[in-house]
Antibody, heavy 119, light 107 residues
Framework: QLQLQESGPGLVKPSETLSLTCTVSGGSISSSNYYWGWIRQPPGKGLEWIGSIYYSGSTYYNPSLKSRVTISVDTSKNQFSLKLSSVTAADTAVYYC???????????WGQGTLVTVSS | AIRMTQSPSSFSASTGDRVTITCRASQDISNYLAWYQQKPGKAPKLLIYAASTLQSGVPSRFSGSGSGTDFTLTISCLQSEDFATYYCQQSYSYPRSFGQGTKLEIK
């Protein structure tokens, strides 16, 4: 059974870059059975899809964030990462990393990490 | 982008009730529809995928149906642990999208 764990700073200053890492255990991040993604949830609001990365390295991003977001994989560490540049207060949210099946459903989730954008 | 609309946004029910939540897609998504349950302070949990397939370990009182643009999540006999917020999500195309959520509260 997969386990995912987010890590990274809980506080980021406006205009800086938010960087989070998701460590995967219980399976290989190179497996063709899964692909990987990030979801966020502003306090008291709904879920927003950020983007996904396939084992081939192909990426898909939310158009509303596309110019600011990068998702990458580090197979040597069994991790994948999220970078979101030029953050504002509107980027304050709980960020979740997920595994995604071939059907596109999100079957495993990290516990989530709150990132606050504030000076 | 495909827009997902859930109804109702919130409602109250009692344990033992049968409840149905609806999710409508702005275009045909075949059966590329998943349902999640989220409790306060916790990550969402996958309940149903491919519109009607129950995720392993999920109680059989949960069921899903629909295809195309209209989908439903039914809880046949509400238990106390079912009071939560429910989200639908389409995986037919990018960008992926979620419904706005349905908060199920105790009456």
């Amino acid at each position: 059974q997969l386990q995912l764990q987010e890590s990274g700073p809980g506080l980021v200053k406006p205009s800086e870059t938010l960087s989070l890492t998701c460590t995967v255990s219980g399976g290989s991040i190179s497996s063709s059975n899964y692909y990987w993604g990030w979801i966020r949830q502003p306090p008291g609001k709904g879920l927003e899809w950020i983007g996904s990365i396939y084992y081939s390295g192909s990426t898909y991003y939310n158009p509303s964030l596309k110019s600011r977001v990068t998702i990458s994989v580090d197979t040597s560490k069994n991790q994948f990462s999220l970078k979101l540049s030029s953050v504002t207060a509107a980027d304050t949210a709980v960020y979740y990393c997920t595994s995604t099946t071939d059907y596109g459903d999100l079957d495993y989730w990290g516990q989530g990490t709150l990132v606050t954008v504030s000076s | 982008a495909i827009r997902m609309t859930q109804s109702p946004s919130s409602f109250s029910a009692s344990t033992g009730d049968r409840v149905t939540i609806t999710c409508r897609a702005s275009q045909d998504i075949s059966n590329y529809l998943a349902w999640y349950q989220q409790k306060p302070g916790k990550a969402p949990k996958l309940l149903i995928y491919a519109a009607s397939t129950l995720q392993s370990g999920v109680p059989s009182r949960f069921s899903g149906s629909g295809s195309g643009t209209d989908f439903t999540l039914t809880i046949s006999c509400l238990q106390s642990e079912d009071f939560a917020t429910y989200y639908c999500q389409q995986s037919y195309s990018y960008p992926r999208s979620f419904g706005q959520g349905t908060k199920l509260e105790i009456k």
